[in-house]
Nanobody
């Protein structure tokens, strides 16, 4: 069974930066797109960023475009989210996920495997 484990969350002041990592373990069945999602208190889970199987193509939510950067290291089986200029509205539990398609995707139902999440809190 594939497992995803996020790390790197924490408390940061507004304007600060954090780097989230996601380690993938378990059987390798191919190279698939991956993504970061988040759920803020009282809200539905929302798309943050996605990267294709090669790491060359990315897609971002409008709310984070220009501030967040997604990347992957296929050899190490890790996914990273660099977050800059963080704002209180970025406060959420952040989840990494693996899709069942090779192209980057913003569709939640196209992700099959999810991590447990890591809390990011941005203070004002």
């Amino acid at each position: 069974q594939l497992q995803l484990a996020e790390s790197g969350g924490g408390l940061v002041p507004a304007g600060g930066s954090l780097s989230l990592s996601c380690a993938v373990s378990g059987p390798i069945t191919g190279r698939w797109a991956m993504g970061w999602w988040r759920r803020a208190p009282g809200k539905e889970r929302e798309f943050v960023a996605s990267v294709d199987w090669s790491g060359r193509r990315t897609r971002y939510a409008d709310a984070v475009n220009g501030r967040f950067t997604i990347s992957r290291d296929t050899s190490k089986r890790t996914l990273t989210l660099e977050m800059n200029s963080l704002q209180p509205e970025d406060t959420a539990v952040y989840y990494c996920a693996q899709a069942r398609m090779v192209a980057e995707t913003t569709v939640e139902s196209q992700y099959d495997y999810w991590g447990q999440g890591t809390q990011v809190t941005v203070s004002s």
